[in-house]
């Protein structure tokens, strides 16, 4: 009897000090990952194209804060006589859940004195939902040969 109380007295006093710790998640329950790809497309009238021409922007971001990202993708469009196409990089940030800003250095080509030259674009776009499916946005394109401003409605889905 005594030695069964020996063992059981210990038992009882660090029974009460045990303390639970919670388990490391698992990879299916870890929040989001701050690895994106996005696409994205918009129309951009051209002087030369009879129809609007449609550009599709794609890649890969990667989230430095929750409302900043730097991504780096290609655009692709649907003119032929266009050639602004090419590698892009850039920076985005969100201000609030409504309003976005990004900023964009882009590629592209250009014909002068019949040969092709390569350049650099910027590109200065802001954002701002409306409803859950509608935004209107503002764009300013600034390219060596030209620079234009966009301001139009966009249609999420």
């Given amino acids: 009897m005594k030695a069964v109380s020996f063992y059981a007295l210990p038992l009882l006093l660090f029974s ?8 490391p998640t ?10 994106n790809f996005f696409l994205s497309s918009g129309t ?6 009879s129809f609007d021409t449609w550009n599709i922007d ?3 971001s ?3 804060f929750d409302s900043l990202d730097v ?3 290609a655009r692709l469009n649907n003119s032929h006589e266009s050639i602004d196409q090419g590698f892009l990089s850039g920076v985005s940030y969100n201000v609030s859940d409504r309003i976005s800003v990004k ?7 250009y014909e002068e004195n019949n040969e092709r030259q390569g350049a650099m674009a910027a590109e200065i776009s802001s954002r701002m939902r409306l409803t859950e499916n509608l ?3 503002a764009t300013f394109d600034f390219e060596k040969i030209q620079q234009g401003v966009e301001v139009g409605l966009g249609f999420r889905f």
Avoid: E, N
Wanted: proline share 5%.
């Fill in 62 to 64: 990667y989230s430095i």
């Fill in 26 to 35: 698992l990879p299916s329950q870890h929040d989001a990952s701050p690895h």
């Fill in 16 to 23: 009460g000090m045990s303390l639970a710790v919670d388990l």
């Fill in 135 to 137: 935004d209107v946005h």
């Fill in 71 to 73: 991504y780096i993708g």
């Fill in 44 to 49: 951009k009238l051209g002087s030369s194209d």
């Fill in 58 to 60: 794609s890649g890969y």
């Fill in 103 to 109: 900023s964009t250095l882009r590629g592209y080509q």
